[in-house]
């Protein structure tokens, strides 16, 4: 397994990992020079490009915002130009008004002519309809657009609490999606949020989750925003990956 960190634009804290993680994942924002990430490059650290979802003003399956849809996805085409990336994360979207549907969204992510597009498992809460929330919806929309899929296991386990069903269950059925890249954030067993918490703070058995997935996974851990507590998470989870004898 390889275990990546997450910044959204921030270099001094990638410019931190850059002997400690093995790869990087960035947030593709509008607006912002990612000329930073070619030293990386240089140093043969790997880029992962997440491109905005509705909380930065993208979303798919709204057609009144096409333009903005537009944008974003060519700005994290562009960064992942830049840093060589061979991956691009993509949210499905969100059903908030009358301008918005899944076959929006297909039609919109079905067209983007690069195979580096990854459709992001999402989850489901009372306040929000977002698209990709279970396997069987996710596996769907995989088939209608022609894309792969990445993992994110706060949002499957989130999902299936809020549907009453079995999280490893949940968690099965997503591996079977044959993911090319995951997201691990540390979580609250039954909790309904998405909290994005320091690995050592779940309350769950991360070991029995992690022997799940294949042993050549690449994860990004969605953690703390701090340096310390981010270095403290991937020692932790390179710990559980050692005394599973994964190499």
């Known amino acids: 397994m390889k275990i990546g960190v997450k910044a959204y634009y921030q270099e001094d804290f990638l410019d931190y990992f850059i002997d400690k993680a093995d790869f990087f994942e960035v947030q593709g924002l509008r607006g912002k020079n990612y000329d930073f990430l070619k030293k990386y490059t240089k140093n043969k650290i790997p880029i992962v490009v997440h491109a905005e979802h509705h909380t930065q003003g993208s979303n798919p399956a709204d057609i009144s915002n096409n333009s903005i849809n537009q944008a974003s996805i060519t700005q994290a085409i562009q960064i992942a130009n830049l840093a060589n990336s061979k991956k691009i994360i993509l949210h499905a979207g969100l059903i908030d008004n009358k301008n918005c549907s899944e076959e929006n969204a297909i039609n919109f992510i079905k067209n983007i002519k690069d195979n580096r597009i990854l459709i992001e498992n999402t989850f489901r809460n009372n306040q929000e309809h977002l698209l990709c929330t279970t396997p069987q919806e996710t596996k769907a929309f995989l088939k209608k657009t022609n894309k792969e899929f990445i993992f994110d296991l706060a949002h499957c386990m989130i999902t299936a609490h809020m549907n009453k069903q079995d999280p490893i269950s949940y968690i099965k059925a997503f591996l079977k999606l044959k993911p090319k890249h995951f997201h691990l954030s540390g979580q609250k067993w039954d909790s309904l949020e998405d909290q994005h918490l320091s690995l ?48």
């Open 200 to 247: 050592t703070e779940c309350d769950f058995d991360l070991a029995k989750v992690l022997k799940l997935y294949p042993r050549d996974a690449e994860i990004t851990l969605e953690v703390s925003k701090y340096k310390d507590k981010t270095e403290e998470d991937l020692k932790y989870i390179r710990k559980i990956i050692k005394q599973l004898s994964y190499s």
